[in-house]
Protein backbone atom coordinates (compact mmCIF):
# COMPACT_ATOMS: atom_id res chain seq x y z
CA UNK A 1 0.00 0.00 0.00
CA UNK A 2 2.48 2.41 1.08
CA UNK A 3 4.53 1.99 -2.20
CA UNK A 4 2.05 2.61 -4.53
CA UNK A 5 0.48 5.45 -2.44
CA UNK A 6 3.96 7.12 -2.56
CA UNK A 7 4.11 6.47 -6.45
CA UNK A 8 0.22 8.80 -6.73
CA UNK A 9 1.54 11.15 -4.19
CA UNK A 10 4.45 11.84 -6.84
CA UNK A 11 1.79 12.11 -9.34
CA UNK A 12 -0.19 14.39 -7.69
CA UNK A 13 2.77 16.83 -7.00
CA UNK A 14 3.88 16.94 -10.67
CA UNK A 15 -0.09 17.57 -11.52
CA UNK A 16 -0.69 14.42 -12.95
CA UNK A 17 -3.43 13.02 -10.80
CA UNK A 18 -5.44 15.75 -8.47
CA UNK A 19 -5.50 15.81 -4.48
CA UNK A 20 -9.37 14.78 -4.69
CA UNK A 21 -7.99 11.65 -6.39
CA UNK A 22 -5.37 10.85 -4.01
CA UNK A 23 -7.11 11.11 -1.27
CA UNK A 24 -9.67 9.13 -2.64
CA UNK A 25 -7.50 6.31 -3.33
CA UNK A 26 -6.07 6.27 -0.03
CA UNK A 27 -9.00 6.24 1.76
CA UNK A 28 -10.02 2.86 -0.71
CA UNK A 29 -6.66 1.32 0.84
CA UNK A 30 -7.24 1.94 4.65
CA UNK A 31 -4.74 4.77 5.25
CA UNK A 32 -5.50 7.53 7.87
CA UNK A 33 -6.11 11.35 6.36
CA UNK A 34 -3.07 12.18 8.27
CA UNK A 35 -0.74 9.54 6.71
CA UNK A 36 -1.86 10.42 3.25
CA UNK A 37 -1.10 14.58 4.04
CA UNK A 38 2.05 13.44 5.26
CA UNK A 39 2.88 11.42 1.89
CA UNK A 40 1.64 14.50 0.03
CA UNK A 41 3.96 16.96 1.80
CA UNK A 42 6.64 14.72 1.37
CA UNK A 43 6.28 14.66 -2.72
CA UNK A 44 5.48 17.97 -3.10
CA UNK A 45 8.90 18.95 -1.16
CA UNK A 46 10.36 16.34 -3.38
CA UNK A 47 9.31 17.94 -6.45
CA UNK A 48 10.18 21.42 -5.55
CA UNK A 49 8.79 24.67 -6.78
CA UNK A 50 5.31 24.23 -8.48
CA UNK A 51 4.52 27.35 -10.80
CA UNK A 52 1.36 29.07 -11.14
CA UNK A 53 -1.71 30.48 -9.48
CA UNK A 54 -2.62 32.68 -7.44
CA UNK A 55 -0.69 33.12 -4.06
CA UNK A 56 -3.60 35.30 -1.49
CA UNK A 57 -2.96 36.59 1.57
CA UNK A 58 -4.60 38.08 4.25
CA UNK A 59 -3.19 41.16 6.39
CA UNK A 60 -4.03 43.33 8.84
CA UNK A 61 -2.48 47.11 8.55
CA UNK A 62 -3.33 48.57 5.57
CA UNK A 63 -4.97 51.91 5.10
CA UNK A 64 -6.72 54.02 2.48
CA UNK A 65 -3.69 56.32 2.50
CA UNK A 66 -1.48 53.83 1.83
CA UNK A 67 1.26 54.51 -1.08
CA UNK A 68 4.13 52.87 -2.59
CA UNK A 69 6.92 54.69 -2.11
CA UNK A 70 9.58 52.74 0.14
CA UNK A 71 10.87 55.52 2.06
CA UNK A 72 7.49 55.79 3.82
CA UNK A 73 6.64 52.28 4.58
CA UNK A 74 4.70 52.27 8.01
CA UNK A 75 2.44 49.07 7.93
CA UNK A 76 2.29 45.44 7.59
CA UNK A 77 0.60 45.88 3.85
CA UNK A 78 3.09 48.17 2.84
CA UNK A 79 5.86 46.50 3.84
CA UNK A 80 4.96 43.09 2.41
CA UNK A 81 3.88 44.19 -0.97
CA UNK A 82 7.16 45.86 -1.52
CA UNK A 83 9.00 43.02 -0.74
CA UNK A 84 7.38 40.83 -3.67
CA UNK A 85 7.97 44.51 -6.11
CA UNK A 86 11.49 45.40 -4.38
CA UNK A 87 14.62 44.09 -3.34
CA UNK A 88 17.63 45.66 -1.00
CA UNK A 89 21.66 45.32 -1.31
CA UNK A 90 21.03 42.56 1.28
CA UNK A 91 18.58 40.71 3.33
CA UNK A 92 18.40 38.76 6.76
CA UNK A 93 17.09 34.79 6.14
CA UNK A 94 15.86 32.39 8.35
CA UNK A 95 18.75 31.96 10.67
CA UNK A 96 19.08 36.01 11.11
CA UNK A 97 22.24 35.74 8.92
CA UNK A 98 22.93 38.12 6.17
CA UNK A 99 22.60 37.30 2.74
CA UNK A 100 23.48 39.46 -0.42
CA UNK A 101 20.71 40.59 -2.59
CA UNK A 102 21.51 43.16 -5.33
CA UNK A 103 25.04 43.55 -3.77
CA UNK A 104 26.42 40.02 -5.33
CA UNK A 105 29.50 40.96 -3.06
CA UNK A 106 30.01 42.97 -0.07
CA UNK A 107 33.88 44.21 1.07
CA UNK A 108 35.53 46.69 3.92
CA UNK A 109 38.65 48.54 4.70
CA UNK A 110 40.15 47.33 7.63
CA UNK A 111 38.82 50.06 9.69
CA UNK A 112 35.41 49.69 8.57
CA UNK A 113 34.81 52.65 7.40
CA UNK A 114 34.84 52.11 3.80
CA UNK A 115 32.33 49.79 2.40
CA UNK A 116 32.02 48.14 -1.20
CA UNK A 117 29.20 47.03 -2.73
CA UNK A 118 29.46 45.02 -6.00
CA UNK A 119 26.17 45.06 -7.77
CA UNK A 120 24.78 42.37 -9.15
CA UNK A 121 24.74 42.42 -12.95
CA UNK A 122 21.80 41.10 -15.67
CA UNK A 123 18.79 42.05 -13.15
CA UNK A 124 16.75 44.35 -14.90
CA UNK A 125 13.93 46.14 -12.78
CA UNK A 126 10.25 46.36 -13.89
CA UNK A 127 10.73 48.84 -17.10
CA UNK A 128 13.29 47.55 -18.91
CA UNK A 129 16.38 49.26 -17.44
CA UNK A 130 19.43 47.13 -16.30
CA UNK A 131 20.18 47.77 -12.63
CA UNK A 132 23.08 49.48 -11.98
CA UNK A 133 25.55 51.05 -9.47
CA UNK A 134 24.27 54.63 -10.35
CA UNK A 135 20.74 53.81 -9.36
CA UNK A 136 21.78 51.98 -5.45
CA UNK A 137 23.69 55.79 -5.27
CA UNK A 138 20.94 57.60 -6.64
CA UNK A 139 18.39 55.43 -3.69
CA UNK A 140 20.84 55.94 -0.77
CA UNK A 141 20.94 59.95 -1.66
CA UNK A 142 17.33 59.99 -1.42
CA UNK A 143 16.85 58.08 1.61
CA UNK A 144 19.24 60.15 3.46
CA UNK A 145 19.25 63.59 1.44
CA UNK A 146 18.45 66.63 3.17
CA UNK A 147 14.69 66.58 4.00
CA UNK A 148 13.98 62.95 3.87
CA UNK A 149 11.42 61.40 5.92
CA UNK A 150 12.55 58.27 4.74
CA UNK A 151 12.16 55.52 7.51
CA UNK A 152 15.84 54.63 7.29
CA UNK A 153 17.34 58.47 7.78
CA UNK A 154 18.21 57.43 11.39
CA UNK A 155 20.62 54.42 10.06
CA UNK A 156 22.09 56.71 7.68
CA UNK A 157 23.19 59.70 8.85
CA UNK A 158 26.65 58.32 9.52
CA UNK A 159 27.12 58.26 5.72
CA UNK A 160 30.26 61.06 4.97
CA UNK A 161 30.15 60.42 1.30
CA UNK A 162 28.97 57.45 -1.70
CA UNK A 163 29.96 57.18 -4.96
CA UNK A 164 30.36 54.75 -7.87
CA UNK A 165 33.35 53.11 -9.19
CA UNK A 166 32.57 50.79 -12.54
CA UNK A 167 30.01 48.51 -10.88
CA UNK A 168 30.60 49.05 -7.21
CA UNK A 169 28.73 51.55 -4.68
CA UNK A 170 31.25 52.95 -2.45
CA UNK A 171 30.34 54.20 0.89
CA UNK A 172 32.62 56.13 3.67
CA UNK A 173 31.74 56.10 6.75
CA UNK A 174 32.30 59.31 9.17
CA UNK A 175 33.00 56.87 11.93
CA UNK A 176 33.49 52.72 11.78
CA UNK A 177 30.35 50.99 11.49
CA UNK A 178 30.96 46.94 11.26
CA UNK A 179 27.11 46.81 10.59
CA UNK A 180 26.75 48.96 7.49
CA UNK A 181 25.56 45.74 5.48
CA UNK A 182 22.63 44.80 7.82
CA UNK A 183 21.54 48.38 7.57
CA UNK A 184 21.61 48.18 4.11
CA UNK A 185 19.27 45.19 4.83
CA UNK A 186 16.48 48.09 6.25
CA UNK A 187 12.98 47.34 4.24
CA UNK A 188 12.50 50.98 3.46
CA UNK A 189 15.93 50.64 1.00
CA UNK A 190 14.27 49.41 -2.17
CA UNK A 191 16.00 49.96 -5.12
CA UNK A 192 14.68 52.28 -7.59
CA UNK A 193 15.56 53.56 -10.85
CA UNK A 194 17.28 56.73 -10.18
CA UNK A 195 16.42 55.91 -6.90
CA UNK A 196 13.09 56.99 -7.18
CA UNK A 197 14.11 60.52 -7.77
CA UNK A 198 11.65 60.65 -10.66
CA UNK A 199 8.77 59.21 -9.28
CA UNK A 200 9.05 57.75 -5.59
CA UNK A 201 5.84 55.86 -5.79
CA UNK A 202 6.16 54.64 -9.49
CA UNK A 203 6.09 51.01 -7.52
CA UNK A 204 9.21 50.51 -9.98
CA UNK A 205 11.77 47.51 -8.42
CA UNK A 206 13.39 44.37 -9.45
CA UNK A 207 11.85 41.87 -7.79
CA UNK A 208 9.53 38.61 -8.97
CA UNK A 209 6.45 40.52 -9.22
CA UNK A 210 5.53 43.93 -11.08
CA UNK A 211 2.48 46.11 -9.93
CA UNK A 212 -0.93 44.91 -11.12
CA UNK A 213 -3.14 46.84 -8.88
CA UNK A 214 -2.83 49.18 -5.75
CA UNK A 215 -5.90 49.79 -4.45
CA UNK A 216 -5.07 51.03 -1.07
CA UNK A 217 -6.85 50.00 1.87
CA UNK A 218 -8.63 47.29 -0.15
CA UNK A 219 -6.10 45.37 -2.19
CA UNK A 220 -2.62 44.90 -3.47
CA UNK A 221 -2.05 42.72 -6.17
CA UNK A 222 0.96 41.58 -8.58
CA UNK A 223 1.96 39.83 -11.73
CA UNK A 224 5.10 37.58 -12.45
CA UNK A 225 8.27 39.65 -13.58
CA UNK A 226 9.70 37.19 -16.17
CA UNK A 227 12.40 38.58 -16.48
CA UNK A 228 13.40 38.38 -12.64
CA UNK A 229 16.70 37.00 -11.89
CA UNK A 230 16.20 34.33 -8.92
CA UNK A 231 14.75 31.16 -9.52
CA UNK A 232 14.01 30.72 -6.08
CA UNK A 233 11.46 33.05 -6.21
CA UNK A 234 8.30 34.05 -8.07
CA UNK A 235 6.39 31.27 -7.99
CA UNK A 236 2.96 31.72 -8.20
CA UNK A 237 1.56 33.15 -11.40
CA UNK A 238 0.43 36.11 -9.57
CA UNK A 239 0.08 37.31 -5.96
CA UNK A 240 -2.91 39.25 -4.13
CA UNK A 241 -2.90 41.29 -0.39
CA UNK A 242 -6.41 41.62 0.88
CA UNK A 243 -6.54 43.87 3.65
CA UNK A 244 -8.80 42.81 6.28
CA UNK A 245 -8.04 44.36 9.81
CA UNK A 246 -10.86 43.07 11.26
CA UNK A 247 -9.27 39.73 13.26
CA UNK A 248 -12.45 37.73 12.43
CA UNK A 249 -13.01 38.66 9.04
CA UNK A 250 -9.28 37.38 8.50
CA UNK A 251 -9.38 34.14 10.40
CA UNK A 252 -13.50 33.44 8.21
CA UNK A 253 -11.33 34.15 5.21
CA UNK A 254 -8.71 31.73 5.59
CA UNK A 255 -11.65 29.14 6.54
CA UNK A 256 -13.42 29.71 3.90
CA UNK A 257 -10.69 29.32 1.02
CA UNK A 258 -10.60 33.24 0.08
CA UNK A 259 -6.94 33.27 1.24
CA UNK A 260 -3.91 31.18 1.74
CA UNK A 261 -2.16 32.61 4.73
CA UNK A 262 -2.98 35.61 7.22
CA UNK A 263 -0.95 37.46 9.64
CA UNK A 264 -1.25 38.69 13.37
CA UNK A 265 -2.91 35.25 14.65
CA UNK A 266 -4.05 36.72 17.99
CA UNK A 267 -2.66 33.65 20.81
CA UNK A 268 -6.76 33.82 22.13
CA UNK A 269 -7.72 31.95 18.94
CA UNK A 270 -4.16 30.20 18.24
CA UNK A 271 -5.70 26.83 19.51
CA UNK A 272 -9.25 27.61 17.21
CA UNK A 273 -7.50 27.50 14.47
CA UNK A 274 -5.55 24.75 14.85
CA UNK A 275 -8.59 22.53 15.01
CA UNK A 276 -9.30 24.18 11.63
CA UNK A 277 -8.78 21.56 8.66
CA UNK A 278 -6.35 22.08 6.48
CA UNK A 279 -4.24 25.01 8.16
CA UNK A 280 -1.57 25.75 10.39
CA UNK A 281 -0.17 28.09 12.75
CA UNK A 282 3.13 29.01 12.06
CA UNK A 283 4.95 30.83 15.04
CA UNK A 284 8.74 31.72 16.01
CA UNK A 285 10.26 33.89 18.62
CA UNK A 286 12.18 36.83 17.27
CA UNK A 287 13.15 40.37 18.46
CA UNK A 288 9.57 41.87 17.73
CA UNK A 289 8.10 43.88 20.90
CA UNK A 290 5.31 45.96 21.89
CA UNK A 291 5.48 49.14 22.93
CA UNK A 292 3.25 52.03 24.83
CA UNK A 293 5.15 55.02 23.52
CA UNK A 294 5.47 58.48 25.69
CA UNK A 295 6.63 61.47 24.12
CA UNK A 296 8.96 62.76 26.61
CA UNK A 297 9.06 66.87 25.03
CA UNK A 298 5.32 66.45 25.79
CA UNK A 299 3.59 67.54 28.71
CA UNK A 300 3.06 65.52 30.98
CA UNK A 301 5.18 62.93 29.94
CA UNK A 302 8.49 65.33 29.84
CA UNK A 303 8.47 64.48 33.34
CA UNK A 304 10.50 61.12 33.94
CA UNK A 305 8.63 60.63 37.64
CA UNK A 306 5.42 60.39 35.87
CA UNK A 307 7.13 57.96 32.95
CA UNK A 308 8.40 55.53 36.02
CA UNK A 309 5.09 55.88 37.43
CA UNK A 310 3.47 54.87 34.56
CA UNK A 311 6.59 51.91 33.33
CA UNK A 312 5.90 50.61 37.41
CA UNK A 313 1.96 50.22 37.12
CA UNK A 314 2.36 47.24 34.16
CA UNK A 315 1.71 44.12 35.56
CA UNK A 316 3.60 42.30 32.57
CA UNK A 317 3.60 38.75 33.68
CA UNK A 318 -0.41 39.57 33.52
CA UNK A 319 -0.23 41.27 30.37
CA UNK A 320 1.75 38.45 28.96
CA UNK A 321 -0.03 35.59 30.30
CA UNK A 322 -3.36 36.99 29.20
CA UNK A 323 -2.71 38.60 26.03
CA UNK A 324 -0.07 36.39 24.53
CA UNK A 325 -0.83 33.29 26.09
CA UNK A 326 2.50 31.65 26.12
CA UNK A 327 3.42 33.25 22.83
CA UNK A 328 6.03 35.55 24.14
CA UNK A 329 7.46 36.73 26.92
CA UNK A 330 7.99 39.68 30.05
CA UNK A 331 9.71 43.08 28.42
CA UNK A 332 11.73 44.99 30.43
CA UNK A 333 11.45 48.64 28.84
CA UNK A 334 14.61 47.82 26.58
CA UNK A 335 13.88 47.55 22.78
CA UNK A 336 16.43 44.42 22.74
CA UNK A 337 16.55 41.20 23.87
CA UNK A 338 18.47 37.90 23.92
CA UNK A 339 17.92 37.58 20.35
CA UNK A 340 20.56 40.50 19.88
CA UNK A 341 24.58 39.89 19.74
CA UNK A 342 26.15 41.25 22.22
CA UNK A 343 22.60 41.43 24.64
CA UNK A 344 23.18 43.49 27.50
CA UNK A 345 22.94 40.66 30.42
CA UNK A 346 22.46 40.97 33.85
CA UNK A 347 19.39 44.24 34.21
CA UNK A 348 17.05 43.98 37.09
CA UNK A 349 13.98 43.19 35.63
CA UNK A 350 11.41 46.11 36.16
CA UNK A 351 8.36 44.46 37.88
CA UNK A 352 4.93 45.89 38.72
CA UNK A 353 4.93 47.54 41.83
CA UNK A 354 1.76 49.77 42.49
CA UNK A 355 3.02 51.35 45.83
CA UNK A 356 6.14 52.59 43.82
CA UNK A 357 4.52 54.10 40.64
CA UNK A 358 1.91 55.67 43.74
CA UNK A 359 5.12 57.26 45.06
CA UNK A 360 6.46 58.35 41.62
CA UNK A 361 3.06 59.57 40.17
CA UNK A 362 2.61 61.29 43.57
CA UNK A 363 6.21 63.37 43.08
CA UNK A 364 5.74 64.03 39.17
CA UNK A 365 2.86 66.58 40.66
CA UNK A 366 0.36 65.53 37.84
CA UNK A 367 -3.27 64.85 38.46
CA UNK A 368 -5.94 63.96 37.12
CA UNK A 369 -6.77 61.22 33.78
CA UNK A 370 -3.80 60.28 31.27
CA UNK A 371 -4.93 59.80 27.62
CA UNK A 372 -3.52 56.11 26.27
CA UNK A 373 -4.67 55.66 22.36
CA UNK A 374 -4.88 51.81 21.36
CA UNK A 375 -6.20 50.19 18.53
CA UNK A 376 -7.31 46.92 16.95
CA UNK A 377 -4.43 46.98 13.83
CA UNK A 378 -1.77 48.56 16.56
CA UNK A 379 -0.72 44.95 17.55
CA UNK A 380 -2.42 41.33 18.26
CA UNK A 381 -4.93 41.99 21.34
CA UNK A 382 -3.98 45.59 21.88
CA UNK A 383 -7.30 46.66 22.87
CA UNK A 384 -6.97 44.04 25.59
CA UNK A 385 -3.19 45.16 26.53
CA UNK A 386 -4.77 48.50 27.26
CA UNK A 387 -7.73 47.36 29.57
CA UNK A 388 -5.25 45.59 31.64
CA UNK A 389 -2.83 48.24 32.36
CA UNK A 390 -5.88 50.69 32.72
CA UNK A 391 -7.00 48.33 35.50
CA UNK A 392 -3.44 47.99 37.03
CA UNK A 393 -2.49 51.53 37.01
CA UNK A 394 -5.46 52.06 38.74
CA UNK A 395 -3.74 49.94 41.84
CA UNK A 396 -1.85 52.62 41.97
CA UNK A 397 -4.12 55.70 41.61
CA UNK A 398 -3.57 56.39 38.11
CA UNK A 399 -6.38 57.10 36.54
CA UNK A 400 -6.07 55.97 32.79
CA UNK A 401 -8.19 56.90 29.91
CA UNK A 402 -8.12 54.54 27.33
CA UNK A 403 -9.30 55.55 23.87
CA UNK A 404 -9.78 53.04 21.09
CA UNK A 405 -9.01 54.51 17.51
CA UNK A 406 -10.37 52.84 14.61
CA UNK A 407 -7.65 51.12 12.42
CA UNK A 408 -8.06 53.11 8.95
CA UNK A 409 -5.93 56.07 9.65
CA UNK A 410 -4.01 54.83 12.73
CA UNK A 411 -0.59 54.68 11.72
CA UNK A 412 -0.87 57.71 9.66
CA UNK A 413 -2.33 59.83 12.20
CA UNK A 414 -2.10 58.64 15.76
CA UNK A 415 1.27 56.85 15.89
CA UNK A 416 4.09 59.02 16.03
CA UNK A 417 1.82 61.80 16.58
CA UNK A 418 -0.13 61.33 19.45
CA UNK A 419 1.55 61.74 22.94
CA UNK A 420 0.72 58.40 24.23
CA UNK A 421 -0.31 55.60 22.18
CA UNK A 422 0.45 52.03 21.52
CA UNK A 423 2.35 50.79 18.47
CA UNK A 424 4.94 47.52 18.03
CA UNK A 425 8.81 46.86 16.13
CA UNK A 426 9.70 43.70 14.26
CA UNK A 427 13.10 44.39 15.64
CA UNK A 428 15.69 44.94 13.58
CA UNK A 429 19.00 42.67 12.69
CA UNK A 430 21.64 44.59 14.97
CA UNK A 431 21.64 46.70 18.33
CA UNK A 432 22.96 50.01 16.30
CA UNK A 433 19.93 50.05 13.97
CA UNK A 434 17.19 49.65 16.45
CA UNK A 435 18.39 52.59 18.41
CA UNK A 436 19.32 54.29 15.25
CA UNK A 437 15.61 54.02 13.61
CA UNK A 438 13.54 55.13 16.96
CA UNK A 439 15.82 56.34 20.21
CA UNK A 440 18.83 58.80 18.05
CA UNK A 441 17.44 62.49 18.30
CA UNK A 442 17.49 63.11 15.04
CA UNK A 443 15.88 59.90 13.98
CA UNK A 444 12.16 60.64 11.58
CA UNK A 445 10.75 57.42 13.94
CA UNK A 446 11.92 58.29 17.39
CA UNK A 447 8.37 57.80 18.94
CA UNK A 448 9.32 58.75 22.29
CA UNK A 449 10.97 61.67 21.22
CA UNK A 450 13.75 60.55 23.28
CA UNK A 451 16.24 62.91 23.09
CA UNK A 452 19.68 62.80 24.69
CA UNK A 453 23.35 64.24 23.55
CA UNK A 454 25.20 61.97 25.54
CA UNK A 455 23.09 59.06 24.91
CA UNK A 456 23.53 60.11 20.66
CA UNK A 457 27.07 59.91 21.19
CA UNK A 458 27.55 56.58 22.57
CA UNK A 459 25.24 54.86 19.90
CA UNK A 460 27.65 56.65 17.67
CA UNK A 461 30.60 55.79 19.43
CA UNK A 462 29.09 51.91 20.15
CA UNK A 463 28.64 51.44 16.36
CA UNK A 464 32.77 52.21 15.86
CA UNK A 465 34.04 50.07 18.46
CA UNK A 466 35.12 47.00 16.88
CA UNK A 467 36.60 45.68 20.27
CA UNK A 468 33.20 43.46 21.16
CA UNK A 469 33.75 43.39 24.99
CA UNK A 470 34.40 46.97 25.15
CA UNK A 471 30.96 47.45 22.80
CA UNK A 472 28.82 44.81 24.61
CA UNK A 473 29.90 47.17 27.88
CA UNK A 474 28.42 50.51 25.98
CA UNK A 475 25.34 48.64 25.02
CA UNK A 476 24.79 47.99 28.56
CA UNK A 477 24.60 51.93 29.37
CA UNK A 478 22.65 52.48 26.17
CA UNK A 479 20.18 50.13 27.13
CA UNK A 480 19.88 51.48 30.71
CA UNK A 481 19.63 55.01 29.40
CA UNK A 482 16.60 54.21 27.81
CA UNK A 483 15.28 51.86 30.31
CA UNK A 484 15.48 54.78 33.32
CA UNK A 485 15.11 57.66 31.50
CA UNK A 486 13.35 57.46 28.05
CA UNK A 487 9.67 57.41 26.85
CA UNK A 488 9.31 53.64 26.26
CA UNK A 489 6.81 51.79 28.15
CA UNK A 490 7.76 48.19 26.38
CA UNK A 491 5.69 45.40 28.42
CA UNK A 492 6.33 41.98 25.88
CA UNK A 493 8.08 40.49 23.38
CA UNK A 494 5.89 38.86 20.93
CA UNK A 495 6.14 35.78 18.92
CA UNK A 496 5.21 36.12 15.19
CA UNK A 497 1.78 33.76 14.86
CA UNK A 498 0.57 32.94 11.17
CA UNK A 499 -1.62 30.65 9.56
CA UNK A 500 -1.09 28.95 6.58
CA UNK A 501 -3.18 26.63 4.73
CA UNK A 502 -1.58 23.35 3.71
CA UNK A 503 -1.91 24.02 0.27
CA UNK A 504 1.04 26.31 0.80
CA UNK A 505 4.72 25.07 0.30
CA UNK A 506 8.02 26.26 1.04
CA UNK A 507 7.00 28.27 3.99
CA UNK A 508 9.55 28.32 7.12
CA UNK A 509 9.37 30.99 9.61
CA UNK A 510 11.85 33.58 9.69
CA UNK A 511 12.80 35.88 12.91
CA UNK A 512 12.68 38.74 11.45
CA UNK A 513 9.11 39.41 10.86
CA UNK A 514 5.40 37.94 10.07
CA UNK A 515 4.78 35.95 7.30
CA UNK A 516 8.57 34.60 6.13
CA UNK A 517 9.83 38.46 7.38
CA UNK A 518 7.13 39.06 4.31
CA UNK A 519 8.74 37.20 1.90
CA UNK A 520 5.92 34.02 1.46
CA UNK A 521 4.48 35.77 -1.25
CA UNK A 522 7.70 35.95 -3.39
CA UNK A 523 9.07 32.61 -1.74
CA UNK A 524 6.31 29.83 -1.25
CA UNK A 525 3.92 28.19 -3.94
CA UNK A 526 1.18 26.23 -4.20
CA UNK A 527 1.08 22.56 -4.25
CA UNK A 528 -0.50 21.49 -7.36
Known amino acids: MSSELEYLARRVAVGKISRRAFLGRAAALGASTAFAGSLLGGAARAAGPQKGGTLKAGLVGGESTDGLDPAKINNQVTGAFARCWGEKLTDIDDKGKLVNRLAEEVGASDDAKVWTFRIRKGVTFHNGKELDAGDVLATIERHAGEGSKSGALGILRGIDSMKVEGGDFVVSLKEANADLPFLMSDYHLIIQPNGGKDGPDAGIGTGPYKIAAHEPGVREIGARHEGYWDTARGHADQIEILVINDATARTAALQGGQIHMMNR ?4 IVDLIKRVPGVKIQNVAGAA ?51 YPLFPEGIEQREFDPEKAAFHYKKSGHSGPITFITSDVAFPGAVDAAQLFQQSCAKAGITLDVQRAPGDGYWAEVWNKKPFSASYWVGRPTQDQQYSTAYLSSADWNETRFKREDFDKLVVAARAELDEDKRKAM ?28 KVEGYVPYPSGELMGGLALSMCWLAA
Not at 292 to 309: E, G
Open 265 to 268: VEPK
Open 289 to 339: HYVFAMQCTTPPFDNNDLRLALKLAVDRKEMVDKVLRGYGTVGNDIPVNAS
Open 475 to 502: YRDIALMVRDDGGAIIPMYNDWIDAVSE
